[in-house]
């Protein structure tokens, strides 16, 4: 996925990382509780999931390396990520392949729990517009998108000050 997205005009910078690998780490996936239980997924064939996470080091060049004292060479090129915990997790490495394949670093603003709708609008509500990256990326997996309670859904996140604002733009109360 971050191979398709660097592809995209624009979002690619001059940045380069190093890809370090970290330890093997084994969990029973999310989704298993879509299906079963932790207990229960061996026994219809779901067993722990093996990965190993990896996190993408800087690598300051010529010049700006012996000047780099603090490794924050490039840190002006950021994008920020907002989604689910497919992007906060980071046994997944998500960000640390964004920043691999874009050449930017990324600040990484998922959660977990909380589905793609609300980290957006705490980043929202929590970033102030002259301090914000330039580059946005949202993940939102396609199940939300195609949940035909999504409107209802969208409105109840929102929270009463939308409710109230859509209330006052119809004539209502």
């Known amino acids: 996925m971050a191979v398709r ?20 780490v084994r969990f029973t996936g999310d989704l ?10 061996p026994l219809v064939g779901l067993s722990a999931e093996r990965v190993t996470p990896y996190e993408a080091v800087s690598i300051p060049s010529g010049q700006e390396a012996a ?6 060479a490039g ?4 994008v920020d990520l907002v989604g689910t915990s497919y992007s906060a997790n980071p046994n997944w490495s998500f960000a640390e392949a964004l920043k691999l394949e874009l050449g930017r670093d990324v ?9 793609p709708f609300v980290p957006m609008r705490d980043y929202l509500q ?3 517009p002259e301090t914000a990256a330039t580059t946005v990326l949202w993940e939102i997996p396609l199940r939300y998108l195609l949940d035909p309670e999504l409107p209802e859904t969208l409105a109840a996140e929102a929270g009463p000050e939308a409710q109230s604002l859509e209330l006052a733009e119809e004539g209502g109360t």
Do not use: C, H, M, W
């Open 67 to 72: 000047l780099d004292l603090f490794g924050e």
């Open 5 to 24: 997205i660097a592809a995209q005009p624009g979002l690619t910078g001059s940045a380069q990382f190093t890809q370090v690998p970290g330890a093997e």
């Open 126 to 128: 929590k970033r102030a």
């Open 32 to 41: 298993v509780s879509y299906v079963t239980s932790g207990e229960l997924a």
């Open 75 to 78: 840190a002006g090129e950021v």
């Open 107 to 115: 600040i990484n603003y998922a959660t977990e729990g909380q589905g």
